[in-house]
């Protein structure tokens, strides 16, 4: 095929020429009327009458020119579309040379038989006949320059002989007109035809612009997974490939008959998400805005796929739109990929249910709604024992236990939405149609599914939570606020003992203010030696005589005065604080301890977070050390439960090989295994100050329980071969009473009243007989 491709000048001159020449033979049926117009009148009215043998010879030669022409028209007609070739063409434009060679003769041949041999009123017909054929030919060959001026040429000068040899002043007029009037055809005819040449022109380069661009279109969907498309001002796809049609399921002639909305209105994927997607970006084009990597839902052959369509307006000069043309890609992967790794972010990957992340959304979201949709609840979950599960069981049975848990609480109830928050924390959002009178009821089948024990690897777990709870109508509250109420919530739950559930107050939000200032001024404290120990004695009931005194923390608080633990040892544990605070306070009991004689001891406080903390061994070995203490006169107090976990078992284990003597603090209200008294290093119980207290009830039944456990604590004490004290003597009788009951050693108000100096104190004590 002679397909012009992106050649040269050449080739572009060689069509131009065969365009040229297929105008002209187009317009041979047109001239062929005119034609036989002429032939009909110089035959019937010119020559017949007079001359029959010439009409019927004329006639003999017309036809068969006149057949040429037919066979010309015919072969242009073949021709187009698409084009002639070039050896055709140059055939045709011989012809065409040929004919009007032709053509030109006969015409000469009947002016110069004619003219002369008839009357003057057939002269005017004819010269008129012969004026038309020259300016009708002309105008009819005007496409092609050499045809049209031949044409003319040979007319005027075939003609001009036979005028002149009229010898009429008339026919010599006639002459000089038939020049100038040929000499404006031919400026006509090349005027004409150049025109012709440069509409051509153009429109064969903009087709080659075209086809350029589809070459190149169709190259760069030959290399990639992503298609072209383009349509015209009314929508319809002008260019449609391969690559659109199997992606769309459509054959490339089905494409060629939408518009691009239609085929898009097809494939739209039936879900609101698809119908959006697809009326986004047709309305997108309505408006004549280009868009960017919109994302398309679709669906081809009932399987779903997400398209990446980015389309930009073709516009003219004046700023019409002449259609549409972008790029499309098939994102499916990378979108379910992307779907997966946005499921994988927002889920806890041990229990399956909502991360911390989701949550925040999904709060966010239905504070966010109308507030018809109803009040917000929202509770937090925090199990209660879970880290004695993870610390005595190992990480892996704490794990399925948080499995276990988030099981139930998943099929508790249907429309909630539950979250783990991290660790043993779980969250349930809920917004009720009709909530009942209290909020902790709307939250107490939870709790209940810890009714249950937990089975995991043939482990009973009993497991408890505290919850926190606390609710708002949308639109008035931040997620995090109303987090941060359902924690403040939780934390007085903890603080109430296990298994509680408390709904969110504003006293609570007052209480956290005060805490949060507590915490800074704690820590100013730490820094600015603002704490300081007192002393109370404890007195060796048989002698009489002072064996040892307890170290107690104060803070002198440069606003509030003299403060005792009770109104900062809470938060200043919860905040960590208490650790640097109590190595600061065991380094001056260790001090004072080096300044004491006559054997007496220091006891010294330790709570469950010093006991915790990394380096609580080593700080002790130092102090020891820096003041040349004998550890054997050093007792740390601690409580059943802070001694109860097998981590500070151990600990202690190591405290009593340094020499330290151990106290159990507050014996008889805490969790106690007398197995664990058994295996344990200790010296010395202190039975609670509330049994003495109880001593001096007025009911009679009290006391003589407050009695029989301070004497089954004896009987303990004695079993094991250890020492009993009794805290919280402030009278007489309680002093007789506990010195009756068999204990070895007292402490209390009665005896002594803890002071800062300890020297002072020992000389005024009196023996007890
Ligand atoms: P605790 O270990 O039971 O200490 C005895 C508490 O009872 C002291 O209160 C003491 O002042 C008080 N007390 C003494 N005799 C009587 C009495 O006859 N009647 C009454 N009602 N109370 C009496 P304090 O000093 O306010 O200490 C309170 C708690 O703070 C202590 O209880 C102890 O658990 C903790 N604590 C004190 N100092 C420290 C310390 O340095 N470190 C740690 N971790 N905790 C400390
Ligand atoms: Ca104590
Ligand atoms: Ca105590």
């Given amino acids: 095929m002679d397909e012009p491709g992106v050649a040269g000048l050449e080739g572009i001159e060689d069509e131009i020429f065969g365009r040229q020449v297929l105008a002209a033979m187009k317009v041979a049926p047109r001239a062929n009327l005119a ?455 939780l934390y007085a739950a903890k603080a109430a003992g296990p298994s509680r559930m408390s709904s969110y107050t504003s006293s609570m939000t007052m209480r956290a203010r005060e805490r949060a200032s507590l915490v800074a001024d704690l820590q100013r404290a730490i820094t600015r030696e603002e704490f300081l120990l007192y002393y109370q004695s404890q007195h060796d009931l048989r002698t009489g005589k002072v064996v040892a005194t307890e170290a107690l923390l104060r803070w002198q608080h440069p606003r509030r005065g003299l403060l005792p633990p009770s109104e900062f040892l809470e938060v200043a544990e919860a905040s960590g604080l208490l650790v640097p605070i109590g190595g600061l306070m065991l380094r001056q009991a260790c001090r004072k301890l080096a300044t004491l004689g006559g054997g007496v001891r220091v006891a010294f406080n330790v709570s469950h977070s010093e006991l915790d903390a990394n380096d609580f061994l080593e700080r002790l070995e130092q102090a020891l050390d820096e003041f040349g203490v004998d550890p054997q006169r050093l007792e740390l107090e601690v409580t059943e439960t802070a001694a109860g976990t097998p981590r500070s078992e151990s600990l202690l284990r190591e405290v009593a090989q340094l020499g330290v003597r151990i106290a159990i603090d507050d014996f008889g209200v805490g969790y106690s295994s007398l197995a664990r008294l058994q295996r344990m290093p200790v010296d010395v119980i202190k039975v609670d100050r509330s049994f003495a207290a109880a001593l001096r009830a007025s009911e009679p039944r009290s006391t003589d329980v407050a009695r029989a456990i301070m004497k089954s604590a004896v009987d303990i004490a004695s079993a094991l071969g250890i020492e009993v004290l009794a805290e919280g003597i402030e009278t007489a009788d309680q002093l007789a009473e506990v010195r009756g009951l068999g204990f070895d050693l007292a402490q209390g108000y009665f005896v002594a009243t803890p002071a800062p100096d300890l020297s002072r104190h020992l000389r005024l004590v009196e023996p007890l007989s």
């Fill in 35 to 489: 034609n036989a117009t002429n032939i009909i009148v110089v035959t019937l009215y010119i020559a017949l009458p007079g001359h029959p043998v010439f009409a019927l010879v004329w006639v003999g030669l017309a036809l068969p020119a006149a057949a040429l022409r037919a066979v010309v028209w015919w072969l242009g007609e073949r021709a187009s579309p698409p084009r002639p070739t070039a050896v055709l063409r140059r055939r045709y434009h011989r012809i065409s040379m040929l004919e009007v060679t032709l053509q030109a003769s006969l015409t000469a041949i009947l002016a110069a038989y004619l003219l002369p041999r008839i009357d003057p009123d057939r002269q005017v017909v004819l010269v008129a006949s012969i004026a038309g054929i020259l300016g009708a030919g002309a105008v009819a060959l005007s496409t092609v320059r050499s045809v049209g001026t031949l044409w003319v040429v040979l007319h005027v000068s075939t003609i001009a002989p036979t005028f002149l040899a009229m010898d009429r002043t008339a026919y010599d007029v006639l002459t000089v007109q038939m020049f100038v009037y040929g000499a404006v055809l031919v400026a006509g005819v090349v005027y004409l035809a150049d025109s012709f040449r440069r509409r051509t022109l153009a429109e064969i380069n903009a087709r080659r612009e075209h086809q350029v661009v589809e070459l190149l279109l169709d190259d760069f969907e030959d290399g990639s997974r992503d298609w072209l498309w383009e349509t015209d001002s009314q929508g319809a796809l002008t260019h449609a490939s391969e690559r659109l049609a199997e992606v769309s399921g459509y054959s490339v002639e089905s494409l060629r008959r939408l518009t691009m909305v239609e085929l898009l209105g097809r494939l739209a994927h039936p879900s609101d998400d698809g119908r959006r997607s697809v009326e986004l970006l047709t309305d997108a084009m309505a408006r004549g805005v280009g868009v960017r990597d919109h994302l398309l839902h679709v669906q081809v052959g009932g399987s779903e796929h997400w398209w990446a369509i980015s389309a930009k307006p073709r516009e003219a000069a004046d700023g019409r739109v002449l259609g549409w043309r972008g790029v499309g890609a098939d994102t499916t992967q990378a979108h379910i990929h992307g779907l997966e790794m946005v499921r994988l972010a927002e889920t806890d990957p041990l229990t399956a249910l909502a991360n911390r992340r989701r949550f925040q959304e999904s709060l966010d979201s239905v504070l966010d709604g109308e507030p018809s949709a109803g009040e917000v609840h929202l509770a937090i979950f925090d199990l209660d024992n879970f880290k004695v599960v993870n610390d005595t069981l190992g990480h892996s049975v704490g794990d399925e236990l948080l499995v276990q848990v988030a099981l139930r609480m998943a099929a508790c109830r249907e429309d909630d939405f539950i979250a783990r928050l991290g660790g043993d924390e779980f969250a349930v959002v809920t917004q009720p149609a009709s909530p009942p009178d209290f909020a902790e009821l709307l939250f107490a089948p939870y709790q209940d599914v810890f009714t249950e024990p937990f089975i995991v690897r043939g482990n009973r777990l009993h497991v408890t939570t505290s919850v926190g709870c606390a609710r708002a109508w949308p639109g008035t509250t931040r997620a995090e606020e109303l987090v941060g109420r359902a924690d403040l919530a």
